[in-house]
Protein backbone atom coordinates (compact mmCIF):
# COMPACT_ATOMS: atom_id res chain seq x y z
CA UNK A 1 0.00 0.00 0.00
CA UNK A 2 1.42 3.82 -1.04
CA UNK A 3 1.68 6.51 1.39
CA UNK A 4 -1.43 8.73 -0.52
CA UNK A 5 -3.26 5.01 -0.01
CA UNK A 6 -2.83 4.84 3.58
CA UNK A 7 -3.65 8.56 3.97
CA UNK A 8 -7.23 7.58 2.02
CA UNK A 9 -7.74 4.60 3.70
CA UNK A 10 -10.67 4.21 6.64
CA UNK A 11 -9.44 3.38 9.54
CA UNK A 12 -10.75 -0.27 9.76
CA UNK A 13 -9.04 -0.73 6.25
CA UNK A 14 -6.07 -0.23 7.78
CA UNK A 15 -6.13 -1.92 11.09
CA UNK A 16 -7.55 -4.82 8.78
CA UNK A 17 -4.26 -4.74 6.53
CA UNK A 18 -2.06 -4.46 9.02
CA UNK A 19 -4.12 -7.59 11.07
CA UNK A 20 -3.62 -9.68 8.20
CA UNK A 21 0.26 -8.87 7.93
CA UNK A 22 0.98 -9.67 11.68
CA UNK A 23 -0.76 -12.91 11.04
CA UNK A 24 1.63 -13.45 7.81
CA UNK A 25 4.57 -12.71 9.46
CA UNK A 26 3.45 -14.80 12.75
CA UNK A 27 2.63 -17.80 10.63
CA UNK A 28 6.15 -17.33 8.31
CA UNK A 29 7.94 -17.48 11.64
CA UNK A 30 6.01 -20.64 12.77
CA UNK A 31 6.82 -22.14 9.60
CA UNK A 32 11.00 -21.12 10.04
CA UNK A 33 10.53 -22.79 13.18
CA UNK A 34 9.31 -26.10 11.73
CA UNK A 35 12.00 -26.28 9.32
CA UNK A 36 14.69 -24.97 11.69
CA UNK A 37 13.96 -28.35 13.99
CA UNK A 38 13.39 -30.70 11.02
CA UNK A 39 16.94 -29.46 9.89
CA UNK A 40 18.32 -30.67 13.76
CA UNK A 41 16.79 -33.59 13.41
CA UNK A 42 18.28 -34.42 10.18
CA UNK A 43 21.84 -33.15 11.54
CA UNK A 44 22.77 -29.45 11.38
CA UNK A 45 26.49 -30.69 10.90
CA UNK A 46 25.94 -33.19 8.51
CA UNK A 47 23.92 -31.52 6.56
CA UNK A 48 25.72 -27.30 6.30
CA UNK A 49 28.92 -28.24 8.62
CA UNK A 50 27.30 -25.43 11.85
CA UNK A 51 27.42 -26.71 15.12
CA UNK A 52 23.93 -25.71 16.32
CA UNK A 53 20.96 -24.79 13.39
CA UNK A 54 20.75 -21.35 16.19
CA UNK A 55 24.75 -20.55 14.30
CA UNK A 56 23.27 -21.57 10.78
CA UNK A 57 20.55 -19.10 11.52
CA UNK A 58 23.13 -16.78 12.29
CA UNK A 59 24.61 -16.34 8.99
CA UNK A 60 21.83 -17.92 6.76
CA UNK A 61 19.43 -14.84 8.12
CA UNK A 62 22.10 -12.11 9.10
CA UNK A 63 20.13 -12.93 12.55
CA UNK A 64 21.29 -11.77 16.09
CA UNK A 65 22.64 -15.02 17.90
CA UNK A 66 20.63 -14.71 21.01
CA UNK A 67 17.02 -13.92 18.55
CA UNK A 68 18.37 -17.17 16.44
CA UNK A 69 18.32 -18.74 19.69
CA UNK A 70 15.04 -17.73 21.40
CA UNK A 71 13.23 -18.72 18.05
CA UNK A 72 14.76 -22.46 17.82
CA UNK A 73 13.97 -23.06 21.26
CA UNK A 74 10.47 -21.93 21.23
CA UNK A 75 9.95 -24.17 18.05
CA UNK A 76 11.35 -27.36 19.99
CA UNK A 77 8.21 -26.65 22.10
CA UNK A 78 5.81 -26.95 19.75
CA UNK A 79 7.06 -29.51 17.10
CA UNK A 80 8.38 -32.96 18.22
CA UNK A 81 11.97 -33.72 17.71
CA UNK A 82 14.40 -36.84 18.61
CA UNK A 83 17.18 -37.18 21.60
CA UNK A 84 20.70 -38.23 21.09
CA UNK A 85 20.04 -41.87 21.12
CA UNK A 86 17.51 -41.36 18.76
CA UNK A 87 14.22 -41.80 20.90
CA UNK A 88 11.11 -39.76 20.15
CA UNK A 89 10.66 -36.44 22.51
CA UNK A 90 7.10 -35.51 21.83
CA UNK A 91 6.17 -31.50 21.54
CA UNK A 92 5.46 -29.89 24.64
CA UNK A 93 2.51 -27.91 23.16
CA UNK A 94 1.59 -29.54 19.68
CA UNK A 95 -1.89 -27.95 19.11
CA UNK A 96 0.15 -24.42 19.99
CA UNK A 97 2.25 -25.02 17.05
CA UNK A 98 -0.55 -26.16 15.02
CA UNK A 99 -2.66 -22.41 15.52
CA UNK A 100 1.20 -20.76 15.21
CA UNK A 101 1.29 -22.00 11.82
CA UNK A 102 -2.14 -20.17 10.98
CA UNK A 103 -0.68 -17.05 12.16
CA UNK A 104 -3.25 -16.65 14.97
CA UNK A 105 -0.43 -16.37 17.99
CA UNK A 106 1.73 -13.98 18.91
CA UNK A 107 5.35 -14.94 20.33
CA UNK A 108 4.54 -13.60 23.59
CA UNK A 109 1.10 -15.44 23.52
CA UNK A 110 3.07 -18.84 22.73
CA UNK A 111 5.40 -18.73 25.43
CA UNK A 112 3.50 -17.72 28.03
CA UNK A 113 1.42 -20.95 27.04
CA UNK A 114 4.40 -22.62 27.30
CA UNK A 115 5.44 -21.73 30.23
CA UNK A 116 2.22 -22.67 32.00
CA UNK A 117 2.08 -26.27 30.34
CA UNK A 118 5.93 -26.57 31.62
CA UNK A 119 4.71 -26.24 35.17
CA UNK A 120 1.06 -28.38 34.72
CA UNK A 121 0.85 -32.43 35.63
CA UNK A 122 0.99 -34.62 32.46
CA UNK A 123 -2.24 -36.03 32.85
CA UNK A 124 -3.88 -32.75 32.83
CA UNK A 125 -1.82 -31.17 30.15
CA UNK A 126 -4.01 -31.16 26.77
CA UNK A 127 -7.08 -30.33 28.40
CA UNK A 128 -5.15 -27.18 30.01
CA UNK A 129 -3.51 -26.34 26.41
CA UNK A 130 -6.95 -26.39 24.91
CA UNK A 131 -8.39 -23.91 27.85
CA UNK A 132 -5.67 -21.52 27.08
CA UNK A 133 -5.69 -21.66 23.03
CA UNK A 134 -9.61 -21.22 23.59
CA UNK A 135 -8.86 -18.17 25.82
CA UNK A 136 -6.38 -16.89 23.49
CA UNK A 137 -8.46 -16.60 20.63
CA UNK A 138 -10.15 -13.05 22.54
CA UNK A 139 -7.92 -11.90 25.23
CA UNK A 140 -4.40 -11.18 25.33
CA UNK A 141 -0.97 -12.92 26.55
CA UNK A 142 -1.76 -10.66 29.68
CA UNK A 143 -4.80 -12.14 30.73
CA UNK A 144 -3.70 -15.71 29.55
CA UNK A 145 -0.60 -15.64 32.05
CA UNK A 146 -3.54 -15.38 34.70
CA UNK A 147 -5.80 -17.86 33.47
CA UNK A 148 -2.80 -19.75 33.64
CA UNK A 149 -1.79 -19.18 36.89
CA UNK A 150 -5.12 -19.66 38.28
CA UNK A 151 -5.24 -23.21 36.80
CA UNK A 152 -2.00 -23.83 38.49
CA UNK A 153 -3.42 -22.78 41.40
CA UNK A 154 -5.46 -25.39 41.36
CA UNK A 155 -3.83 -28.26 39.83
CA UNK A 156 -0.88 -27.74 41.87
CA UNK A 157 -1.60 -26.02 45.24
CA UNK A 158 1.81 -26.85 46.79
CA UNK A 159 3.50 -25.62 44.22
CA UNK A 160 6.29 -27.55 41.92
CA UNK A 161 8.60 -29.83 44.16
CA UNK A 162 11.65 -28.71 45.61
CA UNK A 163 14.86 -30.07 43.36
CA UNK A 164 17.50 -31.29 45.52
CA UNK A 165 20.83 -30.19 43.88
CA UNK A 166 24.29 -29.42 44.96
CA UNK A 167 25.11 -25.70 46.39
CA UNK A 168 25.23 -23.06 43.35
CA UNK A 169 28.21 -21.88 42.41
CA UNK A 170 29.58 -18.34 43.93
CA UNK A 171 28.07 -15.78 42.25
CA UNK A 172 30.93 -13.85 40.10
CA UNK A 173 30.30 -11.67 36.71
CA UNK A 174 32.47 -9.34 35.46
CA UNK A 175 32.79 -6.95 32.44
CA UNK A 176 35.70 -5.36 31.20
CA UNK A 177 34.46 -2.91 27.90
CA UNK A 178 36.54 -0.19 25.86
CA UNK A 179 34.88 2.98 24.58
CA UNK A 180 35.33 4.72 22.03
CA UNK A 181 37.28 7.55 23.60
CA UNK A 182 39.95 4.99 24.82
CA UNK A 183 38.73 4.49 28.00
CA UNK A 184 38.05 0.99 29.60
CA UNK A 185 35.12 0.42 31.95
CA UNK A 186 34.62 -2.19 34.50
CA UNK A 187 31.63 -3.38 35.98
CA UNK A 188 31.32 -6.44 38.01
CA UNK A 189 29.70 -8.61 40.88
CA UNK A 190 31.01 -11.06 43.27
CA UNK A 191 30.19 -13.53 46.19
CA UNK A 192 31.49 -12.33 49.87
CA UNK A 193 34.67 -14.24 49.74
CA UNK A 194 35.93 -13.04 46.53
CA UNK A 195 34.83 -9.43 47.35
CA UNK A 196 36.89 -9.79 50.79
CA UNK A 197 39.95 -10.91 49.49
CA UNK A 198 39.55 -8.21 46.27
CA UNK A 199 39.43 -5.53 48.70
CA UNK A 200 42.03 -6.46 50.99
CA UNK A 201 44.48 -6.59 48.03
CA UNK A 202 42.97 -3.45 46.76
CA UNK A 203 43.61 -1.71 50.05
CA UNK A 204 46.93 -2.63 50.21
CA UNK A 205 48.04 -1.74 47.08
CA UNK A 206 45.80 1.81 47.76
CA UNK A 207 47.81 3.02 50.73
CA UNK A 208 48.82 7.00 50.15
CA UNK A 209 52.39 7.10 49.59
CA UNK A 210 54.50 10.04 50.90
CA UNK A 211 57.17 11.06 48.91
CA UNK A 212 59.79 14.05 48.51
CA UNK A 213 57.90 16.13 46.45
CA UNK A 214 55.22 16.05 49.27
CA UNK A 215 51.85 14.32 50.70
CA UNK A 216 50.22 11.77 48.51
CA UNK A 217 47.01 13.95 47.10
CA UNK A 218 45.16 11.26 45.07
CA UNK A 219 41.29 10.88 45.51
CA UNK A 220 40.45 7.83 46.99
CA UNK A 221 39.16 6.92 43.46
CA UNK A 222 42.13 7.93 41.82
CA UNK A 223 44.44 5.23 44.63
CA UNK A 224 42.21 2.54 44.39
CA UNK A 225 42.20 2.92 40.31
CA UNK A 226 46.10 2.94 40.49
CA UNK A 227 45.88 -0.06 42.75
CA UNK A 228 44.11 -1.87 40.30
CA UNK A 229 46.49 -1.35 37.75
CA UNK A 230 49.38 -2.37 39.99
CA UNK A 231 47.50 -5.74 40.58
CA UNK A 232 47.55 -6.38 37.15
CA UNK A 233 51.02 -5.65 36.94
CA UNK A 234 51.32 -8.06 39.68
CA UNK A 235 49.21 -10.77 37.86
CA UNK A 236 51.39 -10.45 35.21
CA UNK A 237 54.43 -11.17 36.22
CA UNK A 238 53.31 -14.06 38.15
CA UNK A 239 55.00 -17.36 37.08
CA UNK A 240 52.19 -19.25 37.87
CA UNK A 241 49.74 -17.33 34.92
CA UNK A 242 48.72 -19.44 32.29
CA UNK A 243 49.46 -19.78 29.02
CA UNK A 244 47.80 -17.91 26.18
CA UNK A 245 48.38 -18.88 22.79
CA UNK A 246 51.59 -20.74 23.13
CA UNK A 247 52.80 -17.60 25.17
CA UNK A 248 52.76 -15.77 28.33
CA UNK A 249 50.29 -13.20 28.62
CA UNK A 250 51.43 -10.12 26.88
CA UNK A 251 50.13 -6.85 25.16
CA UNK A 252 51.58 -5.79 22.23
CA UNK A 253 52.54 -2.30 21.35
CA UNK A 254 52.88 -1.89 17.30
CA UNK A 255 55.06 1.12 16.27
CA UNK A 256 57.08 2.06 12.88
CA UNK A 257 60.82 2.49 14.05
CA UNK A 258 61.09 5.76 12.24
CA UNK A 259 58.19 6.47 15.36
CA UNK A 260 59.80 4.38 18.19
CA UNK A 261 63.27 6.67 17.76
CA UNK A 262 62.14 9.81 17.37
CA UNK A 263 59.08 9.31 20.08
CA UNK A 264 56.95 11.16 17.80
CA UNK A 265 53.45 9.51 16.40
CA UNK A 266 51.20 6.82 17.87
CA UNK A 267 51.49 3.25 18.27
CA UNK A 268 48.82 0.44 18.56
CA UNK A 269 48.58 -0.72 22.33
CA UNK A 270 46.94 -3.80 22.61
CA UNK A 271 44.07 -5.03 20.30
CA UNK A 272 42.15 -1.03 19.62
CA UNK A 273 44.02 1.00 22.07
CA UNK A 274 46.55 3.76 21.59
CA UNK A 275 49.41 5.46 23.18
CA UNK A 276 51.86 8.22 22.31
CA UNK A 277 55.10 6.95 20.87
CA UNK A 278 56.74 9.26 23.69
CA UNK A 279 54.87 6.30 25.95
CA UNK A 280 55.76 3.61 23.80
CA UNK A 281 59.69 4.63 24.02
CA UNK A 282 59.13 4.19 27.78
CA UNK A 283 57.71 1.02 28.08
CA UNK A 284 60.52 -0.72 25.41
CA UNK A 285 62.92 0.28 28.18
CA UNK A 286 61.88 -2.58 30.33
CA UNK A 287 59.94 -4.81 28.04
CA UNK A 288 61.33 -7.60 24.90
CA UNK A 289 61.98 -5.71 21.35
CA UNK A 290 60.55 -7.66 18.82
CA UNK A 291 61.36 -6.18 15.42
CA UNK A 292 58.93 -7.03 12.25
CA UNK A 293 59.82 -6.15 8.96
CA UNK A 294 56.49 -5.66 7.26
CA UNK A 295 55.75 -5.03 3.90
CA UNK A 296 52.61 -4.33 1.62
CA UNK A 297 52.24 -8.08 1.53
CA UNK A 298 53.80 -8.65 4.71
CA UNK A 299 55.91 -11.45 2.53
CA UNK A 300 59.50 -11.77 4.39
CA UNK A 301 58.70 -14.13 7.03
CA UNK A 302 58.91 -17.73 6.20
CA UNK A 303 59.95 -20.96 8.00
CA UNK A 304 58.95 -23.41 5.50
CA UNK A 305 57.98 -26.93 5.95
CA UNK A 306 60.13 -27.37 9.24
CA UNK A 307 56.98 -27.16 11.62
CA UNK A 308 53.94 -27.37 11.62
CA UNK A 309 52.86 -25.35 14.78
CA UNK A 310 52.92 -21.29 14.22
CA UNK A 311 56.63 -20.48 15.75
CA UNK A 312 55.95 -17.30 18.22
CA UNK A 313 57.22 -14.72 15.47
CA UNK A 314 55.03 -15.23 12.88
CA UNK A 315 52.28 -15.57 15.02
CA UNK A 316 52.94 -12.13 15.97
CA UNK A 317 53.19 -10.96 12.54
CA UNK A 318 49.88 -12.57 11.93
CA UNK A 319 48.45 -10.34 15.04
CA UNK A 320 49.83 -7.24 13.16
CA UNK A 321 48.16 -8.06 10.08
CA UNK A 322 44.46 -9.63 10.80
CA UNK A 323 43.94 -7.95 13.90
CA UNK A 324 41.92 -10.36 15.43
CA UNK A 325 39.98 -13.35 14.10
CA UNK A 326 39.70 -12.84 10.23
CA UNK A 327 36.32 -14.04 9.97
CA UNK A 328 33.70 -11.93 8.22
CA UNK A 329 31.61 -10.12 11.45
CA UNK A 330 33.93 -11.80 13.97
CA UNK A 331 35.27 -9.22 16.92
CA UNK A 332 37.40 -11.68 18.42
CA UNK A 333 40.61 -10.24 19.33
CA UNK A 334 44.23 -11.89 18.69
CA UNK A 335 44.80 -13.67 22.14
CA UNK A 336 41.77 -15.67 21.33
CA UNK A 337 42.61 -16.85 18.20
CA UNK A 338 44.91 -19.64 16.57
CA UNK A 339 46.66 -19.95 13.10
CA UNK A 340 44.97 -21.75 10.28
CA UNK A 341 47.06 -23.05 7.37
CA UNK A 342 44.96 -22.56 4.71
CA UNK A 343 46.66 -25.03 2.54
CA UNK A 344 46.89 -27.73 4.83
CA UNK A 345 49.69 -28.74 6.30
CA UNK A 346 49.12 -32.23 6.06
CA UNK A 347 48.90 -31.37 2.33
CA UNK A 348 51.90 -30.05 1.57
CA UNK A 349 50.76 -26.14 3.26
CA UNK A 350 54.13 -24.06 4.43
CA UNK A 351 53.99 -22.72 8.03
CA UNK A 352 54.33 -19.15 6.54
CA UNK A 353 52.26 -15.82 6.82
CA UNK A 354 50.61 -16.29 3.25
CA UNK A 355 49.48 -19.66 4.27
CA UNK A 356 47.87 -18.61 7.35
CA UNK A 357 44.87 -16.68 8.47
CA UNK A 358 43.92 -15.75 12.14
CA UNK A 359 40.86 -17.40 13.31
CA UNK A 360 38.91 -17.78 16.68
CA UNK A 361 38.10 -21.58 17.99
CA UNK A 362 34.41 -21.38 16.93
CA UNK A 363 35.02 -19.87 12.95
CA UNK A 364 38.59 -22.17 12.57
CA UNK A 365 36.34 -25.22 13.54
CA UNK A 366 33.53 -23.78 10.92
CA UNK A 367 35.94 -23.56 8.02
CA UNK A 368 37.20 -27.06 8.33
CA UNK A 369 33.91 -28.56 8.19
CA UNK A 370 31.22 -26.15 5.84
CA UNK A 371 31.56 -24.51 2.30
CA UNK A 372 33.50 -21.83 3.52
CA UNK A 373 36.65 -21.11 1.96
CA UNK A 374 39.37 -18.71 2.57
CA UNK A 375 42.09 -17.37 0.42
CA UNK A 376 45.03 -14.64 0.30
CA UNK A 377 43.82 -11.76 -1.82
CA UNK A 378 46.34 -9.89 -4.01
CA UNK A 379 46.82 -7.08 -1.61
CA UNK A 380 47.75 -9.99 1.23
CA UNK A 381 45.37 -9.66 3.35
CA UNK A 382 42.59 -13.21 3.97
CA UNK A 383 39.37 -13.27 2.21
CA UNK A 384 36.56 -15.58 2.87
CA UNK A 385 34.08 -17.32 0.03
CA UNK A 386 30.80 -18.33 1.57
CA UNK A 387 29.31 -21.79 0.74
CA UNK A 388 26.99 -21.29 -2.48
CA UNK A 389 23.51 -21.80 0.13
CA UNK A 390 24.51 -18.45 1.36
CA UNK A 391 25.66 -16.55 -1.94
CA UNK A 392 25.45 -18.65 -5.15
CA UNK A 393 28.10 -16.07 -6.80
CA UNK A 394 30.56 -16.77 -3.78
CA UNK A 395 31.50 -13.43 -3.50
CA UNK A 396 34.29 -12.92 -0.97
CA UNK A 397 34.11 -11.09 2.08
CA UNK A 398 36.40 -9.69 5.00
CA UNK A 399 36.11 -8.48 8.29
CA UNK A 400 35.97 -5.22 8.34
CA UNK A 401 35.78 -4.63 12.52
CA UNK A 402 39.09 -4.77 13.18
CA UNK A 403 40.98 -1.17 12.92
CA UNK A 404 44.22 -1.83 10.29
CA UNK A 405 47.34 -0.22 12.06
CA UNK A 406 47.38 3.47 12.12
CA UNK A 407 50.74 3.55 10.63
CA UNK A 408 50.25 1.00 7.80
CA UNK A 409 51.09 1.61 4.33
Known sequence: MTTNAVWNAEPEVLADLLGELFALMRSCEAAIGAVAVGIEQRGVMELFGYRSVARFLEHLADLPRQAAEVLVKRARQLHPGVGLDGTP????????????????????????IVSVLRDTPLEHRDRVERDLLGFAADAGHKQVAALGARILAHLVPDGQEPVETEPGRPDRELSLRRKRSGVWELHGRFDDETGARASAVLD???????????????SPMERYGDAFSDAMDLAANSPELPMQAGERAHV????????????????????????????????????????????????????????????????????????????????????????????????????????????CAHHHRLLHRSGWDVRI????????????WLDRRRKPRRNNLHEPLPFAA
Open 204 to 218: ALAQRRATDEGPDLR
Open 89 to 112: IPALAPEVGVVAREGRLSNPMIDT
Open 377 to 388: AADGLPEFLPPV
Open 252 to 359: MVAISLEDLKTGIGTALLGDTGTISAAEARLHACDCMVIPAVLGSHSEPLDVGRLRRLVPPGIRRALYLRDRGCAFPGCHRPPRHCQGHHIRHWSEGGPTELGNLVLM
